[in-house]
């Protein structure tokens, strides 16, 4: 048994059975990766994809068995690799972060740059995406790290943990109505709307807020980047909802703002891992200059089982 041939199994799954996909993954040859999974399954004494002539059509029984166990080899390969990394090179190496647009725009910079006085020997990488994206970013082991407000919390193979609480804000045009009386959800419901595609930055809030209340929203255009929600309220095409932290009045001069709190309740933004990873010293420093309660006492104790603490 070798790690190659683990690895022949594990991608076979990830591509869908395509041996073609999975040759390509693994830098190889179809007839090499057909050959490493043979000899793995006359080793084990088991088949463990369903066939049709020569072409993988699924999982058998044990197959479906043996699986998390190959997972877990690898993952465990990885993390042997990454602790030896740990006491060779310290100061250095590598960090990739996922995060959604709102996040890497308005709330990482502060925590970067720091990050970057701490380690300059540490290169980082920032992938930016939808909230499933960073999740299957992490699982896949492309990113160390993710950060988001939802969908993180609802993978079992991740650690997420609560970082910081947040609201919306409504952006108009200077001398707009709605600056002249209190904001509600029925003078806001008579405008239409730009806010986050559904699945991000907390549009689920904004969504189950009107629906409570029985109203129809006129969304008019939606977009996962806030910078691009608040142009075309410029624009004059519509009244913007956008995370409270994505409003600088300084640079914003073109909008006002009004905190939208009240009537869409708090967002919670999660840092998430992938459950079993090993993280080196910088991951525990990088994650606290992010959000200081997480500790690094804290994230142990999360990845190990326990409950991560309140916020």
């Known amino acids: 048994?070798?790690?190659?041939?683990?690895?022949?199994?594990?991608?076979?799954?990830?591509?869908?059975?395509?041996?073609?996909?999975?040759?390509?993954?693994?830098?190889?040859?179809?007839?090499?990766?057909?050959?490493?999974?043979?000899?793995?399954?006359?080793?084990?004494?088991?088949?463990?994809?369903?066939?049709?002539?020569?072409?993988?059509?699924?999982?058998?029984?044990?197959?479906?068995?043996?699986?998390?166990?190959?997972?877990?080899?690898?993952?465990?390969?990885?993390?042997?690799?990454?602790?030896?990394?740990?006491?060779?090179?310290?100061?250095?190496?590598?960090?990739?972060?996922?995060?959604?647009?709102?996040?890497?725009?308005?709330?990482?910079?502060?925590?970067?740059?720091?990050?970057?006085?701490?380690?300059?020997?540490?290169?980082?990488?920032?992938?930016?995406?939808?909230?499933?994206q960073v999740a299957e970013m992490l699982l896949s082991g492309e990113a160390d790290v993710g950060i988001a407000t939802e969908a993180l919390a609802h993978y079992e193979d991740l650690v997420a943990l609560p970082c910081y609480r947040w609201t919306h804000a409504v952006v108009v045009p200077p001398a707009h109505a709605l600056l002249e009386a209190p904001l509600t959800l029925e003078r806001l419901a008579a405008y239409p709307l730009i806010t986050y595609d559904t699945g991000f930055t907390g549009r689920t809030h904004i969504d189950a807020a009107f629906a409570q209340r029985q109203l129809a929203p006129d969304i008019v255009l939606s977009a996962m980047d806030a910078d691009v929600i608040k142009t075309y309220v410029e624009l004059g095409l519509g009244v913007g909802i956008v995370a409270s932290i994505a409003y600088e009045a300084e640079r914003d001069t073109g909008l006002r703002a009004l905190d939208a709190g009240a009537l869409f309740g708090i967002n919670l933004t999660r840092l998430a891992v992938r459950r079993g990873s090993y993280l080196r010293g910088y991951l525990y420093d990088f994650i606290a200059s992010f959000a200081p309660p997480l500790t690094r006492a804290v994230v142990e104790q999360a990845l190990a089982g326990g409950e991560p603490g309140k916020m």
């Open 1 to 132: 048994m070798n790690f190659q041939q683990l690895r022949s199994v594990r991608e076979a799954v990830r591509c869908g059975f395509n041996l073609t996909e999975v040759a390509q993954a693994l830098h190889t040859s179809q007839p090499g990766v057909s050959r490493q999974i043979r000899e793995l399954e006359d080793e084990l004494g088991i088949e463990l994809f369903v066939r049709a002539g020569k072409r993988l059509t699924g999982l058998t029984e044990p197959g479906a068995h043996v699986l998390p166990i190959v997972e877990r080899l690898l993952q465990d390969s990885h993390n042997l690799r990454r602790a030896s990394q740990e006491f060779v090179a310290q100061q250095s190496g590598r960090l990739a972060i996922a995060a959604t647009h709102s996040q890497a725009r308005y709330a990482l910079p502060a925590a970067v740059q720091e990050f970057r006085g701490q380690y300059p020997g540490v290169t980082l990488h920032l992938h930016q995406g939808s909230p499933r």
